[in-house]
């Protein structure tokens, strides 16, 4: 009788068991099975727009030079200070000059042996080949000279302001820069511009400089270099702005927008709350329905109109005139959800 009964009940507990089971998994796939979000689209169109660029940098002295001479040594004299105005052809610096004092010696010594050896030349009485390594030796005292002479008396090679002072008078000489010399009545910046307006942009475009310590002025500058590649990780190309300043209002290190006229272009224009900003960064990002699945397209953004935006796509080719943005319900989306369109 008692084998009997456990055998009913151990059974019982296996269709118990068994029925949990089918449950769990039923429950299961019901929790994995996610039905299609319910969205709103709109078709995209190619717009003609009046294109403007606005773009940050960050101003540089049009030449910037670190006085470093070429020659070791105490430092004898530095004869500015920081904020120091000067002119090219102004002296900065006077190295120790005992190198150059021997070299001088030497010079004059040699010079007076080649003069000898000219004569004796004239008469026949040394051969061209002693001749030739007096003189060899003499040109190569003159260059010697040349270069100890220009790294002992350092002279700023363009007009601008010191900007840096690393040294003092007496101090050994070690390699680094004695002074930086900076150009401030002409500036430079480095634009990065998206590759989409590359075969727009040309050199001596002229654009305007804007900062925020004068709202009310703008700085005319004009594209020097166009840079000849595109690079691949941002997929945005440089250019190299000239900026004269001759009032010296702006400086190098300043930030500032530059504002760049590229005339009419076609573009895509979307409401600007369709666009979707990545939580803890600036990137920013699109859905489309591609064949009723959400894809995410990552995009840059361009000019804005009131209550709509251009947008640009970093990937090229990635969203284009005819795909269907989704306008409503984008913010509950990630990419491969399934998509149910609504009117």
Do not use: W
Not at 76 to 96: A, C, F, N, P
Not at 100 to 112: E, G, P
Request: hydrophobic fraction near 40%.
């Amino acid at each position: 009788m008692n084998k009997t009964i456990r055998i009913a009940t151990l059974a019982l507990a296996a269709l118990t068991l068994a029925a949990c089971g089918g449950k769990g998994a039923d429950k299961a796939a019901t929790t994995t099975k996610k039905e299609a979000e319910k969205v709103k689209v709109l078709t995209l169109a190619s717009e003609r727009i009046a294109k403007s660029l606005e773009l940050s940098s960050t101003l540089e002295g049009y030449e910037t030079m670190n006085i470093a001479p070429s020659i070791t040594g105490h430092i004898e004299h530095i004869y500015v200070e920081v904020g120091s105005r000067v002119q090219k052809g102004t002296m900065l610096v006077r190295m120790d000059q005992t190198q150059l004092n021997t070299t001088r010696i030497n010079l004059a010594s040699t010079k007076t042996e080649l003069d000898r050896v000219t004569a004796l030349k004239a008469s026949g009485s040394v051969s061209q080949q002693v001749y030739d390594q007096t003189k060899a030796g003499y040109d190569q005292l003159v260059e010697t000279e040349r270069f100890q002479n220009e790294n002992t008396f350092v002279k700023a090679q363009f007009p601008g302001v010191i900007s840096a002072k690393n040294f003092e008078d007496g101090e050994m000489y070690t390699g680094a820069p004695i002074l930086t010399l900076t150009q401030i009545n002409r500036l430079k910046a480095i634009i990065n511009i998206p590759e989409t307006y590359f075969p727009l942009v040309r050199q001596g475009m002229k654009v305007d400089i804007v900062s925020d310590i004068y709202p009310n002025q703008t700085f005319p500058a004009t594209i020097e270099i166009v840079y000849p590649t595109i690079d691949a990780a941002s997929h945005t190309f440089q250019a190299k702005l000239n900026i004269p300043n001759g009032n010296e209002k702006i400086r190098p290190g300043m930030y500032v927008r530059a504002t760049l006229a590229i005339g009419e272009v076609d573009a895509i224009v979307v409401p600007y709350q369709s666009v979707l900003k990545l939580t803890g960064s600036n990137d920013r990002y699109v859905f489309v329905n591609d064949e009723g699945t959400a894809r995410r397209v990552a995009v840059t953004l361009g000019q804005r109109y009131d209550d709509r935006i251009e947008i640009i796509p970093i990937e090229t080719g990635a969203i284009k005139a005819g795909d269907q943005l989704v306008v409503t319900g984008q913010a509950r989306l990630v990419d491969g959800d399934k998509l149910e369109i609504v009117e």
